[in-house]
T-cell receptor
Framework: DTAVSQTPKYLVTQMGNDKSIKCEQNLGHDTMYWYKQDSKKFLKIMFSYNNKELIINETVPNRFSPKSPDKAHLNLHINSLELGDSAVYFC??????????????FGPGTRLTVL | EDKVVQSPLSLVVHEGDTVTLNCSYEVTNFRSLLWYKQEKKAPTFLFMLTSSGIEKKSGRLSSILDKKELFSILNITATQTGDSAVYLCAGSSGTYKYIFGTGTRLKVLA
């Protein structure tokens, strides 16, 4: 059984396009995250949602808009894609608030390539 | 600004060697330190440390946290080629945030 799943796994698109990445977790977790990992393997948090409420919004361009229709889903929509958006995007979930049983489970990642 | 620094950046060893990976952190409202292993895809959880001086062990891997000196180490004994991966550490803060280090890339040669 897949704990945290993401679709698509690979996404190749042209500059200026709009695309979405979907994430679902079946762990019953309350908190979900989006991370961006660059070519040097540096993982940087973008957003965090707890019970469908946005709790972390790092300095991410407003072309990136997360949406959590329910606790089990956190989608990421990206408008007007730029070359610098090329990266692997990881979704993750954890049981509760940071500092309390906060092991994160990561999805398999979505490799986004912007041409 | 919060930051987590890992060293060394990369390491090449032979099977059977013991390695020590370092992680130092400056995290506001620090709550815990987490270690992950990342092979080809997603990071997988290894340890979560919240208290100083208490070693956590899992097989050949062990880790300890020093909250006074703000660092953690991850030890791997009797390394195997399957240990080759990027090892990430992250500090979690009271603001629902995880700050990751740049990782240590470990390569174990047969």
């Amino acid at each position: 059984d897949t704990a945290v799943s993401q679709t698509p796994k690979y996404l190749v698109t042209q500059m200026g396009n709009d695309k979405s990445i979907k994430c679902e977790q079946n762990l019953g977790h309350d908190t979900m995250y989006w991370y961006k990992q660059d070519s040097k393997k540096f993982l940087k948090i973008m957003f965090s949602y707890n019970n469908k409420e946005l709790i972390i919004n790092e300095t991410v361009p407003n072309r990136f808009s997360p949406k959590s229709p329910d606790k089990a889903h956190l989608n990421l929509h990206i408008n007007s894609l730029e070359l610098g958006d090329s990266a692997v995007y990881f979704c993750a979930s954890s049981r509760g608030r940071t500092g309390v049983d906060n092991e994160q489970f990561f999805g398999p990642g979505t490799r986004l390539t912007v041409l | 600004e919060d930051k987590v620094v890992q060293s060394p950046l990369s390491l090449v060893v032979h099977e059977g060697d013991t390695v020590t990976l370092n992680c130092s952190y400056e995290v506001t409202n620090f709550r815990s330190l987490l270690w992950y292993k990342q092979e080809k895809k997603a990071p997988t959880f290894l340890f979560m440390l919240t208290s100083s001086g208490i070693e956590k062990k899992s097989g050949r891997l062990s880790s300890i946290l020093d909250k006074k000196e703000l660092f953690s180490i991850l030890n791997i004994t009797a390394t195997q080629t399957g240990d080759s991966a990027v090892y990430l550490c992250a500090g979690s803060s009271g603001t629902y945030k995880y700050i990751f280090g740049t990782g240590t890339r470990l390569k174990v040669l047969a």
